[in-house]
Each structure stands twice: as C-alpha cells, then as structure tokens.
T-cell receptor
Framework: DSGVTQTPKHLITATGQRVTLRCSPRSGDLSVYWYQQSLDQGLQFLIQYYNGEERAKGNILERFSAQQFPDLHSELNLSSLELGDSALYFC????????????FGSGTQLSVL | TQLLEQSPQFLSIQEGENLTVYCNSS?????LQWYRQEPGEGPVLLVT?????EVKKLKRLTFQFGDARKDSSLHITAAQPGDTGLYLC?????????FGAGTTVTVRA
C-alpha cells in the first residue's frame, strides 16, 4: 500500500459527460501529480500541484482541469468526454515536488462509451 | 514521441535466465528512476540514480546510469516469475518526471 488513495477505482460514463476523480496523497506529502496511462501513449504527465498551487503542466487538454485543496487532496475534472479519454488515470504524491520519488495510487480506470 | 525510449517493448524469458532492459534519450536528466508496475496497480519505485556512471545493485537487479546522464539500463540476474511486470524508466528535470513507454517482462516458470 503506497498510502495514496484514489477514488473511484472504476468509472463508466458516456461521451459528452463530466467526471471528477479524487486523490488523497500520503500523509505529509505536499505535492500531487496526475498521469494518464493508455496502451498507445504510455504514462503521460498531466499536471502537478505543490501545496495548493499549480507547479508544472504537461499534456493536459483544455477540457481537463485540476486543483489541490487546503487539506492537500486533489481532484481531476474531465469534461466533454470523448471515447479517446478512456484510460487509467493515476495520482502520485511526493514530499517536495522536485521530481523525486513518487508514490502512486492504484488508479482510476475510466471507460467512456 | 516519447522523450525516453525503452527497449525491448516485450521480453519473455524462462525462469533462471538473465535479462537487460534499456532506456535511452537525447536529453540529459538530473536523475533517472526505474519503476515496476503490476496489473491493476500503480508503478512502484525500484531505484533512483543521479550520478553519471553510477551503478546500483538491489539484490538480483543492477541499474546503471550512463556517463552522459542520457541513458540507463536495468539488468536482472536469474529472473524469477515474481519479476514479471511492466518496467518503466523515468527521467527527472525541474519538477517534471517523464516516463518511457515501458518494457513488459514475462518470466515463465
């Protein structure tokens, strides 16, 4: 158990819908990262937050947004969903957020039908 | 296009054999990490290397960071079925950690 909690574990929805994925980092970790993993693209970095502030942005679509709350949990919002958004979404946390050791959650499997 | 290229993409070997996985990039990284991911789980960190030419050993696993800090290799000696999984390398610069596409290793009993 990495100590990072992601909910829900599975999510099935339809095209055009909006979903929210939730992540609780390990106790004491200030930084949260979101990654998308698909068979053809591998593990793609989406966005990183450190202590409530956005620190780095990767290949995140404009339809996607995220935030980190004062209690350090984070949410990833995906809207106007398309078939191609079906993937595993991972949250990871680290102590300082300097691309050091990441602890990953078990992921949310999103299926867009 | 992947910033980090891993090879081979798939590797299937018999228990007791050795294997090597490669991770190459045209970019220089301040650190390079190796993770292993099992089905239904998130990646788990195996090792971090930060110095060019560095070699780290973790039981039957040997990790090497290239002198120019652009490439790395993972060697497993006497592989066991428990070594089966997706091996991912990740390069770190500033606040970003970029992952390779991974090598799927299957060790047959």
């Amino acid at each position: 158990d990495s100590g990072v909690t992601q909910t829900p574990k599975h999510l099935i929805t339809a095209t055009g819908q909006r979903v929210t994925l939730r992540c609780s980092p390990r106790s004491g970790d200030l930084s949260v990262y979101w990654y998308q993993q698909s068979l053809d693209q591998g593990l793609q970095f989406l966005i990183q937050y450190y202590n409530g502030e956005e620190r780095a942005k990767g290949n995140i679509l404009e339809r996607f947004s995220a935030q980190q709350f004062p209690d350090l949990h984070s949410e990833l919002n995906l809207s106007s969903l398309e078939l191609g958004d079906s993937a595993l979404y991972f949250c990871a946390s680290s102590v300082l957020g300097g691309a050091e050791k990441l602890f990953f959650g078990s992921g949310t499997q999103l299926s867009v039908l | 296009t992947q910033l980090l290229e891993q090879s081979p993409q798939f590797l299937s070997i018999q228990e007791g054999e050795n294997l090597t996985v490669y991770c190459n990039s045209s970019s220089v990284f301040s650190s390079l990490q190796w993770y292993r991911q099992e089905p239904g789980e998130g990646p788990v960190l195996l090792v971090t290397v930060v110095t060019g030419g560095e070699v780290k050993k973790l039981k039957r696993l040997t990790f090497q960071f290239g002198d120019a800090r652009k490439d790395s290799s993972l060697h497993i000696t006497a592989a066991q079925p428990g070594d089966t999984g997706l091996y991912l390398c990740a390069g770190g610069n500033d606040y970003k950690l970029s992952f390779g596409a991974g090598t799927t290793v299957t060790v047959r009993a």
